[in-house]
């Protein structure tokens, strides 16, 4: 039997409140190896809570954005688990967002780019961060870029109003919540951002047409194109927000605090495993 069933009065435990700040992770029991290994690596953490008994047992630990190397131990440690879950200051989200943020914003850390917020390693995002799934991209994710209409002179005329509710609607659950996210940013990039964009006389958009060559909305010519027109709204944004202390993509600095060291570590079980654990 796992050592977390022993001790009857430790098992039985009142169930704790969960912390109002903070990533708190849960785990439920399981009869595989994995849970054993999981609550190894929990228990190592300071705020390490277990409670309920038998079939019941629950562990619980809650790290903080600083310690996203704890964090990822036992992310990776979890990886074959079913049975967890996390909150994000006291607010449940699903577990894939918590970790793909964390893993996100961990490598940020590690190595602090101009474009990590803006770009996925396939597609660029005007809107200070990469999971806004609103892509500056002719093929995925670009409902966005359908919102509007052709004008007489062949320009697509975007209906901001209908974009900015979509934008903030398809935000990750929680992802305003990372150390990164700039909410006056994305406020200034959706205000900033053109409502008429004319193909012809801006070489980096062209018109998506369909089947029946008709225009049906517009987006970036290519990858490069659609860089330039991410890289332009950071300086845009970045001159209106005039006076502030920002960083180079018009963003607010992430706080020092959070920047160490990050050692790259021994490797686990792939690349999927160390974002998603």
């Known amino acids: 039997m796992s050592e977390t069933t022993t001790g009857a009065a430790a098992a039985a435990a009142t169930e704790p409140a969960i912390p109002a700040k903070g990533i708190t992770v849960e785990l439920a029991y399981a009869t595989v190896a994995a849970f054993d290994e999981a609550v190894a690596v929990a228990r190592k953490h300071p705020t390490f809570r277990e409670f309920g008994e038998g079939k019941g047992l629950r562990v619980r630990a809650t790290y903080q954005f600083s310690e996203l190397d704890a964090l990822q131990e036992l992310k990776e440690a979890t990886w074959e688990l ?7 200051d006291g607010a449940e989200i699903a577990w894939h967002e918590m970790a793909q943020m964390t893993h996100c914003f961990r490598e940020y850390l590690r190595r602090p780019r101009r474009e990590h917020c803006f770009f996925d390693g396939n597609f660029w995002s005007a809107w200070g961060c990469k999971y806004a799934v609103s892509n500056l991209s002719d093929r995925i994710n670009i409902e966005w870029l359908m919102m509007g209409k052709l004008d007489g002179d062949g320009a697509w005329v ?7 509710a979509y934008v903030r609607e398809k935000l990750y659950s929680g992802f305003h919540r990372c150390p990164a996210f700039d909410e006056e940013f994305l406020n200034r990039a959706l205000e900033l951002f053109p ?15 369909n089947r ?19 890289f332009e709204m950071q ?10 202390k920002l960083g180079p993509d018009g963003k607010r600095p992430v706080p020092q605090e959070y920047f160490r060291p990050y050692s790259e570590g021994p490797k686990k079980k792939g690349f999927l495993k160390k974002i998603f654990g």
């Open 82 to 88: 079913r049975q967890k879950r996390c909150w994000l």
């Open 158 to 164: 975007l209906d901001k109003e209908r974009i900015a």
């Open 195 to 209: 409502e008429r964009i004319d193909p012809i006389a801006d070489d980096r958009w062209r018109h998506v047409r």
């Open 212 to 230: 029946q060559n008709e225009i049906i909305h517009i987006g970036p010519k290519d990858v490069d194109a659609a860089k330039k027109v991410a």
């Open 235 to 244: 300086d845009n944004v970045r001159a209106q927000r005039a006076g502030q």
